[in-house]
């Protein structure tokens, strides 16, 4: 594996439009997972049924990869491709994309021509409105539900590049960031999102080793992950969302975790792979593995890793912290100027000081994170469910809401008559696969 420019996150330059301007060859290379050959280009053939410039795509959720999940009666798609029907196994799962655009309302003053009956009420007063409820109402996303494309039921949401790289960097919202935690099939890349995201999976790892003890499994880390996604989400608290979803994910998709964060961890000064099991040449496609790992806890070296959290979510902590140990406004300030790193002048890593080291130490990190992570999601993921009954409309919104609440009570419901879920091999959706350069 070839080792990155070692500035890379902490000097991104998210301005870059070629992958020659990546920081390595293979940079990145983690976020492509494999996935059936067929598939994948059934997918593909839906993006091109978009005429509107698509800068950067990718499909997620259980439409695409497995999770144990509770058998439930979907949707359906009307006339969906062979590969779909294949790899779904006949239950037509309606499939998630994320676009990513240049221009919101260029975009939508195209799409809206073209496929005028994917808009709710709300496409009849132009581009211009619809641009406008998608940059400044919640996460800056625009979801149009339950349409049909290529005979296959989908749901996309329409994402500016610039706001979906300073979600990823920053973690202004998460809303992006948490999806992005997770396995996903990026179908068209774009270099600087593929920057920002590995930023985005770094400073997920090294949350979540803050969350956990010093020794832990690959199981436990990947739940943590996945699971900061779900902290503040308004669907999680009103029965819209099935509550053992973190464990559905994961547990079906273990491997493709380990894709995403082996090699980070790898990289790490401060978190490795303990296991017998690893030094097996297979261990690292068998989706059974659940590895232990251990971390070293010195202050000094978490102090460090509080210190690299992304900058939007790391004020947010430093607040709360503030508060906690009443520390002075103006002097707090102070030494918040003394420690910032946006100076474009500024090139060594940043590290953390005493005020991190006393941060990594107190034994109300894990709750202090909790609640920041809690914070940074609780309203643009709220104004997201809120304006969606706007951009799908009421029928297609109603539709929405009910399937999430049946999957809850199925769960529920299943949860109670057995004793835990089994988790499913992924290695049927296996292919040969690699990361491909931005087309179209």
Same mark, same amino acid.
């Given at each position: 594996?070839? !080792?990155?420019?070692?500035?890379?996150?902490?000097?991104?330059?998210?301005?870059? $439009?070629?992958?020659?301007?990546?920081?390595?060859?293979?940079?990145?290379v983690n976020q492509h997972m494999v996935?059936?050959?067929?598939?994948?280009? /059934?997918? !593909?053939?839906?993006?091109?049924?978009?005429?509107?410039?698509?800068?950067?795509?990718?499909?997620?959720?259980?439409?695409?990869?497995?999770?144990?999940?509770?058998?439930?009666?979907?949707?359906?798609?009307?006339?969906?491709?062979?590969?779909?029907?294949?790899?779904?196994?006949?239950?037509?799962?309606?499939?998630?994309?994320?676009?990513?655009?240049?221009?919101?309302?260029?975009?939508?003053?195209?799409?809206?021509?073209?496929?005028?009956?994917?808009? $709710?009420?709300?496409?009849?007063?132009?581009?211009?409105?619809?641009?406008?409820?998608?940059?400044?109402?919640?996460?800056?996303?625009?979801?149009?539900?339950?349409?049909?494309?290529?005979? +296959?039921?989908? #749901?996309?949401?329409?994402?500016?590049?610039?706001?979906?790289?300073?979600?990823?960097?920053?973690?202004?919202?998460?809303?992006?960031?948490?999806?992005?935690?997770?396995?996903?099939?990026?179908?068209?890349?774009?270099?600087?999102?593929?920057? /920002?995201?590995?930023?985005?999976?770094? $400073?997920?790892?090294? =949350?979540?080793?803050?969350?956990?003890?010093?020794?832990?499994?690959?199981?436990?880390?990947?739940?943590?992950?996945?699971?900061?996604?779900?902290?503040?989400?308004?669907?999680?608290?009103?029965?819209?969302?099935?509550?053992?979803?973190?464990?559905?994910?994961?547990?079906?998709?273990?491997?493709?975790?380990?894709?995403?964060?082996?090699?980070?961890?790898?990289?790490?000064?401060?978190?490795?792979?303990?296991?017998?099991?690893?030094?097996e040449s297979d261990w690292i496609d068998?989706?059974?593995?659940?590895?232990?790992?251990?971390?070293?806890?010195?202050?000094?070296?978490?102090?460090?890793?509080? !210190?690299? =959290?992304?900058?939007?979510?790391?004020?947010?902590?430093?607040?709360?912290?503030?508060?906690?140990?009443?520390?002075?406004?103006?002097?707090?300030?102070?030494?918040?100027?003394? +420690?910032?790193?946006?100076?474009?002048?500024?090139?060594?890593?940043?590290?953390?000081?005493?005020?991190?080291?006393?941060?990594?130490?107190?034994?109300?990190? #894990?709750?202090?994170?909790?609640? /920041?992570?809690?914070?940074?999601?609780?309203?643009?993921? +709220?104004?997201? +469910?809120?304006?969606?009954?706007?951009?799908?409309?009421?029928?297609?919104?109603?539709?929405?809401?009910?399937? #999430?609440?049946?999957?809850?009570?199925?769960?529920?419901?299943?949860?109670? $008559?057995?004793?835990?879920?089994?988790?499913?091999?992924?290695?049927?959706?296996?292919?040969?696969?690699?990361?491909?350069?931005?087309?179209?």
């Amino acid at each position: 594996m070839l !080792r990155d420019a070692p500035d890379w996150e902490d000097n991104p330059n998210l301005s870059i $439009s070629t992958f020659s301007e990546l920081p390595s060859k293979n940079f990145g290379v983690n976020q492509h997972m494999v996935i059936n050959e067929e598939f994948k280009e /059934a997918l !593909r053939q839906i993006l091109w049924k978009f005429r509107a410039p698509i800068r950067y795509a990718f499909a997620y959720g259980s439409g695409v990869f497995a999770q144990t999940s509770v058998p439930g009666n979907e949707p359906g798609h009307p006339s969906p491709p062979q590969a779909i029907r294949n790899v779904q196994q006949g239950k037509g799962k309606m499939i998630d994309f994320i676009f990513g655009v240049s221009h919101s309302q260029h975009w939508h003053s195209l799409n809206l021509q073209e496929h005028r009956d994917h808009y $709710s009420a709300l496409g009849s007063l132009g581009s211009y409105a619809v641009s406008q409820v998608q940059d400044n109402w919640g996460a800056g996303v625009y979801f149009n539900p339950f349409v049909t494309v290529n005979g +296959t039921l989908i #749901k996309y949401g329409v994402v500016n590049i610039d706001t979906l790289c300073k979600d990823l960097s920053q973690w202004d919202t998460m809303y992006l960031a948490g999806r992005l935690q997770k396995p996903v099939k990026i179908l068209r890349d774009h270099p600087s999102v593929r920057l /920002a995201n590995q930023v985005n999976l770094i $400073s997920a790892l090294r =949350l979540a080793l803050l969350l956990l003890p010093q020794e832990f499994t690959e199981y436990q880390l990947y739940t943590t992950i996945a699971g900061l996604s779900y902290m503040g989400d308004p669907r999680m608290t009103v029965s819209a969302e099935d509550p053992g979803k973190v464990n559905n994910i994961v547990s079906g998709q273990m491997d493709y975790f380990r894709r995403l964060y082996a090699p980070l961890i790898e990289n790490l000064p401060n978190c490795d792979f303990n296991d017998p099991r690893c030094t097996e040449s297979d261990w690292i496609d068998d989706p059974e593995a659940n590895v232990k790992l251990n971390q070293d806890m010195d202050p000094v070296k978490r102090g460090n890793m509080v !210190r690299r =959290l992304p900058k939007s979510f790391r004020e947010r902590l430093y607040f709360q912290f503030q508060g906690r140990y009443q520390i002075p406004r103006a002097e707090f300030l102070k030494m918040m100027k003394r +420690t910032n790193d946006e100076d474009p002048e500024r090139i060594h890593r940043r590290q953390g000081g005493p005020f991190e080291q006393r941060i990594a130490a107190d034994e109300s990190l #894990k709750q202090e994170l909790q609640e /920041a992570v809690t914070k940074t999601i609780r309203w643009p993921a +709220t104004m997201q +469910t809120v304006k969606s009954a706007l951009t799908a409309g009421a029928g297609r919104a109603w539709t929405y809401v009910r399937e #999430k609440r049946k999957k809850h009570a199925d769960s529920t419901k299943k949860k109670s $008559s057995e004793p835990g879920p089994k988790k499913p091999t992924t290695q049927s959706l296996k292919s040969s696969d690699s990361p491909e350069p931005k087309k179209g």
